[in-house]
């Protein structure tokens, strides 16, 4: 083996030490219920907020209230959140106009919290999917570990094209640590009890960030208070773009743009490390067939195996991450894909805008 197969045997490796660190959301039960509070920010979420609300309402463990916060909604958003939800109480509050210098799922959550009554906080997407436990075994878990406690749903997918964000889900998940105490907030599903919530300043302290979930967790870090992640498999699920192609690649663009400067160096640089081997794979299978140019063994034999090596390793560690099948077979289309949305959210960098939902922000 010449040093080019050692080095991808190297890559290799580090793709399994940094995809078999997943922790998922413990199961559990809380010793003493609190009054929960769940807060939804809504802009247009016609399509998503009857299967959320319909998931809290066979919650084991049911919220004091639910608090829908209507971000300036032009579609059915409210009408759906003022229907009756069975023995679920549901609240729909109105964002008021939004003050320069903030965001609105910022804008809107600050005010929910503002209307709210429980001493336990928790923020929920209005596309997120929470199996019957889950409020349980989050409120659970932060009863042990205090602080900010979040989890990264499982990626639901159902069209082809979602299957092209493979690569996004997974390198998010290996460039930051995850656990107890790791430091990471997740902003799709996060519990935390009022007082530490006003401690670290809460949503006015990351008024104005795009992605505000990882500055948060900056606040709560400054405030000395922990900060826990975990995954959601099996426990809480959402489709992230299902709009199209357009609006993920938007998604995407944005969440790069805003937060990559964010990732700690060592991290990153594993990631890297990994990233190279896996385009080097995705190269050398179709040149060796095809009689590209390819430094070191040309047998397709070897390269074939290299390629199997990788498909292996990505059906494994992408099991808990979301439903990802027959694209990790082709993996070469979502690093086509990955290279491509990379290449516009440097130019979104550069510009220091990004247009979500219909709204321009900074990403500086």
């Not at 979930?213 to 922990?226: G, M, S, T």
């Not at 560690?317 to 979502?334: A, E, K, Q």
Request: hydrophobic share 50%; net charge neutral; with cysteine.
């Amino acid at each position: 083996m010449g040093w080019v197969g050692v080095s991808i045997v190297v890559r290799w490796l580090v793709g399994w030490v940094l995809g078999l660190r997943f922790p998922v959301l413990p199961r559990g039960s809380p010793v003493d219920p609190p009054r929960l509070s769940v807060l939804i920010p809504a802009r247009n979420e016609e399509s998503t907020l009857p299967r959320l609300l319909s998931c809290l309402a066979r919650q084991s463990l049911m919220p004091l209230e639910v608090i829908v916060i209507d971000d300036h909604s032009t579609d059915l958003t409210t009408a759906i959140a003022s229907e009756p939800w069975s023995d679920l109480t549901v609240t729909v509050c109105a964002a008021p106009s939004l003050p320069q210098g903030w965001c609105g799922k910022t804008w809107a959550l600050h005010n929910g919290v503002l209307a709210s009554r429980g001493e336990l906080l928790m923020f929920l997407d209005a596309d997120t999917e929470p199996t019957p436990d889950f409020l349980q075994c989050l409120v659970a878990a932060h009863q042990q570990l205090g602080g900010l406690v979040s989890v990264q749903p499982y990626h639901r997918t159902e069209k082809p094209y979602e299957q092209l964000s493979l690569l996004f889900n997974l390198v998010g998940l290996m460039a930051v640590p995850l656990g107890a105490a790791c430091g990471v907030a997740f902003g799709p599903a996060m519990v935390t009890s009022r007082a530490d919530y006003d401690r670290s300043g809460g949503h006015e302290a990351v008024a104005g960030k795009v992605v505000e979930d990882w500055f948060l967790a900056h606040a709560y870090e400054r405030a000395a208070l922990p900060v826990s992640a975990f995954l959601g498999h099996g426990q809480i699920a959402y489709r992230m773009y299902p709009g199209g192609l357009r609006d993920m690649v938007v998604g995407f663009n944005k969440n790069f743009a805003t937060a990559a400067g964010e990732v700690r160096w060592i991290w990153m640089l594993a990631v890297v490390l990994w990233l190279s081997g896996l385009f080097w794979a995705a190269w050398c299978l179709p040149a060796s067939l095809l009689g590209w140019p390819l430094v070191g063994d040309h047998s397709i034999l070897s390269n074939a195996l290299v390629y199997g090596a990788y498909v292996i390793q990505l059906l494994v560690i992408t099991r808990s991450i979301g439903r990802f099948t027959w694209i990790n077979l082709l993996f070469p289309i979502p690093v086509l894909f990955f290279l491509g949305v990379f290449v516009q959210a440097i130019v979104k960098l550069e510009s220091g805008e990004v247009l979500w939902k219909g709204r321009l922000f900074s990403t500086r």
